[in-house]
């Protein structure tokens, strides 16, 4: 099955500056990419998504790219501000008759030092 | 709100137990999932509904047993649990499998 590795576990930042966070997969047939961010005790939520035909996506200070051939895919956040602070997970999901199973990454906890 | 519900939010239950959860989701949409998410572990896909049936059991044990009696409202049945079942369990729902999914608020259990 797919299995999605994310790196690195925790990423420290002053505000202002930029975040990246890296995932790869193994399943070269993975064609739906999404990040989810997740504040303490609150749930999961979608903050950029990505497939298989695109090799970029852009949304205000958001960004994600995707490599399709080195099957990685990184989230980039830039002028971080404090409120970005939570913990973001990746996720790969394959057709077929996986079609819309998400395999997640393990996390990257943020945190945005003012 | 993002049109998912989850009860109750925290769960507290012995071994010997039997307790449900139940998500609702009033998106309109057709596929919902139980997700398991454990400290210092990824989100682990559980069960996967498409139109009330289900289409995917991630080979979770047989003490867990879903249940979607229609494509708004979803149970997890917990039976004879141990303590390394304890975790936050959420619900998430999608216009379609393949579609982005939204997740409810998550039930804290904890199994004693």
């Known amino acids: 099955g797919e299995n999605v590795e994310q790196h690195p576990s925790t990423l420290s930042v002053q505000e202002g500056d930029s975040a990246v966070i890296k995932c790869t997969y193994s399943?070269?047939?993975?064609?739906?990419f999404p990040w989810y961010k997740q504040e303490l005790g609150k749930r999961p939520q979608l903050i950029i998504d990505?497939?298989?035909?695109?090799g970029e996506k852009k949304d205000q200070r958001i960004a994600v790219t995707l490599n399709k051939t080195a099957k990685h895919f990184s989230l980039h956040i830039t002028e971080t501000q404090p409120e970005d602070s939570a913990v973001y997970f990746c996720?790969?999901?394959?057709?077929?008759?996986?079609?819309?199973?998400?395999?997640f990454g393990q996390g990257t906890i943020l945190t945005v030092h003012p | 709100e993002t049109g998912v519900t989850q009860t109750p939010r925290h769960l507290v239950m012995g071994m010997t137990n039997k307790k449900s959860l139940k998500c609702e989701q009033h998106?309109?949409?057709?596929?919902m999932y139980w997700y398991k998410q454990s400290a210092k572990k990824p989100l682990e896909l559980m069960f996967v509904?498409?139109?009330?049936?289900?289409?995917e059991n991630n080979s979770v044990p047989s003490r867990f047993s879903p249940e979607c009696p229609n494509s708004s409202h979803l149970f997890l049945h917990l039976h004879t649990l141990q303590p390394e079942d304890s975790a936050l369990y959420l619900c998430?729902?999608?216009?379609?499998?393949?579609?982005?999914?939204?997740f409810g608020p998550g039930t804290r259990l904890t199994v004693t």
């Open positions: 998106l309109g949409h057709n596929a």
């Open positions: 996720a790969a999901s394959t057709g077929g008759t996986s079609y819309g199973k998400l395999t």
């Open positions: 998430a729902s999608s216009l379609d499998r393949g579609y982005e999914q939204y």
């Open positions: 399943d070269s047939a993975s064609n739906y």
């Open positions: 509904y498409s139109l009330e049936e289900r289409v």
């Open positions: 990505i497939r298989s035909n695109v």
